[in-house]
């Protein structure tokens, strides 16, 4: 079985920084694609950031030159870090990663998420 733990969310006020990360444990053979997507209350999940097993990235326009996806592959942990808050940031922060487990079956799975909130 493999789990996805996000951590690093919390409350941060407008202009602030935070740094979001999402462990994958259990039996994993290969990581693919990892991403990060948000909800706000009424809105539907959006994606922020995804990054490929090469490194390769791409970003949401409301984030692009605030927000940073990165990897490191030794650890099956991706990064989100988070610059220039704006209130419009709030939401619950999940990440995604699709993978193929030790037995070689392939999954897309997600964490549970992590409440980022920025006042205003």
């Known amino acids: ?3 996805l733990v996000e951590s690093g ?3 941060v ?3 602030g920084s935070l740094r979001l990360s999402c462990a994958a444990s259990g ?3 290969r990581i693919n694609a990892m991403a990060w ?3 706000a209350p009424g809105n539907q999940r959006e994606l922020v950031a995804a990054i490929t097993s090469g490194a390769r990235t791409n970003y949401a326009d409301s984030v692009k030159g605030r927000f940073t996806i990165s990897r490191d592959n030794a650890k099956n942990t991706v990064y989100l ?3 220039s808050l704006k209130p419009e940031d709030t939401a619950v922060y999940y990440c995604n990663a699709d993978l193929v487990t030790g ?5 897309n799975t ?3 998420g992590t409440q980022v909130t920025v006042s205003s």
């Open 37 to 39: 997507s948000r909800q």
């Open 9 to 11: 969310g919390g409350l």
């Open 1 to 3: 079985q493999v789990q």
């Open 27 to 29: 039996s994993i053979f």
């Open 110 to 112: 997600w964490g549970q």
């Open 81 to 83: 870090q988070m610059n």
């Open 13 to 15: 006020q407008a202009g």
């Open 103 to 107: 037995t070689m079956a392939r999954y």
